[in-house]
């Protein structure tokens, strides 16, 4: 079974900083999502990795796939209050019929 | 969520009682999944469908059932609820295989 894991669990920061949180696995991944997901709605897809070492950006957001393909990390400057939610990453199983997903990375940024 | 619709928002069961979720879309997406989520475990696959009068099972499937006898609905039914059933269920669709893009706002689901 390909696990994901993700950390911090929780993470509480004021406005303005940065932060950097990851997503770990021992297996080795074809592609990697990233969601976010804000109370009582579903998840939103923010971008897809698929090559090593490759970097995404989303506004504020980078994306990177390690260069192994087994972790992925996004990166906020700047965060803003808006950027408050569940954050998960997800990838395609052995069989590739389906995504797993992590635990997910719960962010709040404070005024 | 405009494109992914799913009934009902909430609903309580009481151990034993059967019901029914759907999940409409307009996209005209030919994948569709059903995950539960429950807290730090993210989100899990119980079943998935890559097309009309297809279902397969995901990551969980014990105690569900799922049909898709149209192009736009998923249904996914508790035959007998458990305790153990309760959480937060989401449909999804996509266009692209085992990538699901869009989702729907939950149901949330507590069985007593």
């Known amino acids: 079974t390909q696990l994901l894991e993700q950390s911090p669990q929780f993470l509480s920061i004021q406005e303005g900083e940065n932060l950097t949180v990851y997503c770990n696995s021992s297996?080795?991944?074809?592609?990697l999502q990233w969601y976010r997901q804000e109370p009582g709605e579903g998840p939103v897809l923010l971008v897809t990795?698929?090559?090593?070492?490759e970097v995404k950006k989303l506004k504020r957001l980078t994306f990177q796939f390690g260069d192994a393909r087994k972790d992925s990390s996004l990166h906020i400057t700047a965060a803003q209050t808006g950027d408050t939610g569940l954050y998960l990453c997800?990838?395609?199983?052995?069989?590739?019929?389906?995504?797993?997903f992590g635990g997910g990375t719960r962010l709040m940024v404070k005024p | 969520n405009a494109g992914v619709t799913q009934t009902p928002k909430f609903r309580v069961l009481k151990t034993g009682q059967s019901m029914t979720l759907l999940c409409a879309q307009d996209?005209?997406?030919?994948?569709m999944y059903w995950y539960r989520q429950d807290p730090g475990m993210g989100l899990r696959l119980i079943h998935y469908?890559?097309?009309?009068?297809?279902?397969a099972k995901g990551e969980v499937p014990d105690g569900y059932n799922v049909s898709r006898l149209k192009k736009q609905n998923f249904l996914l039914g508790l035959e007998s609820a458990a305790p153990s059933q309760t959480s937060v269920y989401f449909c999804?669709?996509?266009?692209?295989?085992?990538?699901?893009?869009?989702f729907g706002d939950g149901t949330r689901l507590s069985i007593l």
């Open positions: 997800a990838g395609p199983n052995n069989a590739g019929n389906m995504l797993t």
């Open positions: 297996s080795v991944f074809s592609s």
């Open positions: 990795v698929v090559t090593g070492g």
């Open positions: 996209m005209n997406h030919e994948y």
């Open positions: 469908s890559v097309g009309e009068g297809t279902t």
């Open positions: 999804a669709t996509g266009s692209i295989r085992r990538q699901p893009q869009h």
